[in-house]
């Protein structure tokens, strides 16, 4: 693959892959605990706080999880010898990747009414993308109306960027857009939510 | 303190709640009580702001429930009928979260938490995991919590579901006392002997609805205070009198051993629905 070996390859996408999911499981899934099973939220709900302080906190415990987990894949990646380029972006694009699943992981743990669906938006929704999305090979061999609904996903993005960055090639400005719009969409999402009792 | 004009909660086609009026005033032991599934949890919900009205309003020390919703969250304390304790913090911990989340200043909290381990006797467990104490500790932590940022209401859910007969009464002095300090407590129950017990004034509810509301002996008087219980084939019919004179009398006529006793809110509940508890 353009010559570089496949450790080259593969670090980007699975460090993308790690923050994706490490973000969205730790809160979709303690979330919708604390919402369903331990009723915990009830105390966030009823206290003088709004809806945007509730998902604020809920998503930056999810993104500093997430980079946590990024950053141990990295220095596995660096003791098995990956050599790759590490920057100011790089992190920044994991962040927004963090933030933006983190969001997801609110609007499915407020908006799913069992633990059992929850697992099943993992399995149907998250899984999946962590195959297609350019993590483990390249999406270009793909057809071509597939490569397209792919570009829409973020975590193509995620693994594109960073890997763009990793070789020290600079990455599309428009990744930085597509991060934004969805962290805004899914945070703004996960406010509303919130905001909607029953 | 607590007004409730035409408040109403549809769950799809469900009328959950179905269009109550009610007025709680300032210093009140309040008791809705009502068979599973009335619509006591839903009123209360709807009340503490975990459930939006489908329609009616109601107000809290004059602030809108709908409308004034950080200022009604201040008014409130909020006791739930189910343990939502953090499970992995210390007893310290849950009282200082929630301090937090009122907004307490620091040394506010600190004062604040040790008045209140001192009041529902949970000093010496302070720092223990909430996951380690008693059915019977859990609750008075939850109520020292919703005790925490001084409400003017306090809301109970169930509040002895589930506990032994000692922790119950210990509960009980526990609402007395706070209510003895200016409190006004709504609680729902099912238990009817908690009600009598503990209320002042009694909400009967069934079916979504307020069917019947005074004191205990207000409900009592209304259905007749002695009853007269028959045993004909299997099935007992009870008779209500206005005293013991005429329920005598009555019981004269008959040809068969009855039993006369002064009723009690069982009686008036089921003389009100036609129904007991718990059907």
Redesign the interface.
């Known amino acids: 693959m353009n010559g570089g070996n496949y450790l080259q390859f593969v670090v980007p996408g699975i460090i993308a892959l790690s923050a994706m999911n490490t973000s969205f499981n730790t809160v979709g899934a303690s979330l919708n605990m604390s919402r369903l099973y ?3 939220l ?8 709004s809806a945007f302080s509730i998902v604020l906190g809920n998503v930056l415990a999810g993104s500093l999880r997430g980079i946590l987990a990024s950053i141990i894949i990295l220095g596995l990646a660096f003791v098995f010898g990956a050599k790759i380029t590490v920057n100011f972006w790089f992190f920044l694009i994991i962040l927004l990747t963090c933030f933006l699943f983190a969001s997801l992981g609110v609007v499915a743990a407020m908006t799913i009414d069992s633990h059992e669906d929850m697992s099943n938006f993992s399995t149907f929704v998250i899984l999946p993308m962590s195959f297609l999305c350019g993590t483990f090979f390249s999406s270009e061999k793909l057809p071509e109306f597939i490569r397209y609904f792919i570009e829409l996903l973020p975590l193509t993005h995620a693994s594109q960027s960073l890997r763009a960055i990793a070789w020290g090639y600079d990455f599309p400005a428009v990744s930085l857009l597509v991060f934004l719009g969805y962290s805004v969409v899914l945070f703004a999402a996960g406010v509303i939510v919130v905001r909607k ?2 | 303190m607590i007004k409730i004009n035409q408040l109403t909660k549809y769950y799809g086609k469900i009328k959950a709640v179905n269009g109550i009026d009610l007025h709680v005033g300032g210093g009140e032991i309040f008791g809705l009580l009502g068979p599973n599934g009335a619509g006591k949890t839903t009123t209360i919900r709807m009340l ?5 009205p489908s329609g009616g309003k109601a107000f809290i020390n004059g602030y809108e429930i709908t409308r004034d919703l ?1 200022k009604v ?2 008014e ?1 304390g ?1 006791v ?1 009928q ?1 343990m ?4 992995e913090m210390t007893t310290w911990e849950n009282l200082e ?2 301090g937090r ?3 307490m200043p620091k040394d506010d909290r600190r004062k604040r938490i040790q008045e209140l381990l001192d009041y529902v006797e949970l000093r010496d467990r302070a720092g223990d995991l909430v996951g380690k104490l008693s059915g019977g500790m859990k609750r008075r932590l939850m109520v020292a ?1 919703a005790l925490m940022h001084y409400p003017h209401v306090l809301f109970l859910d169930e509040p002895t579901v589930g506990l032994d007969p000692q922790t119950r009464r210990r509960i009980w002095d526990l609402i007395r006392r706070m209510n003895n300090d200016g409190m006004t407590v709504l609680l729902t129950t099912h238990y009817i002997e908690e009600s009598e017990m503990l209320c002042h004034r009694i909400g009967i509810m069934d079916r979504g609805q307020l069917i019947a509301l005074g004191t205990p002996e207000e409900l009592k008087k209304r259905v007749g205070e002695v009853v007269v219980e028959t045993l004909n084939q299997g099935c007992t019919k009870y008779k209500f009198f206005a005293d013991r004179e005429q329920a005598v009398k009555y019981a004269r006529s008959l040809k068969q051993n009855v039993i006369i006793r002064e009723s009690n809110l069982e009686d008036v509940f089921v003389e009100l629905t036609g129904r007991k508890v718990g059907d």
């Open positions: 331990h009723k915990t009830e105390e966030y709900l009823t206290a003088p706080i009792v029953k | 503490t702001m975990l459930a939006k950080l969250k201040k409130i909020v739930p189910y939502n304790l953090d499970i979260l929630h989340l009122h907004k919590r």
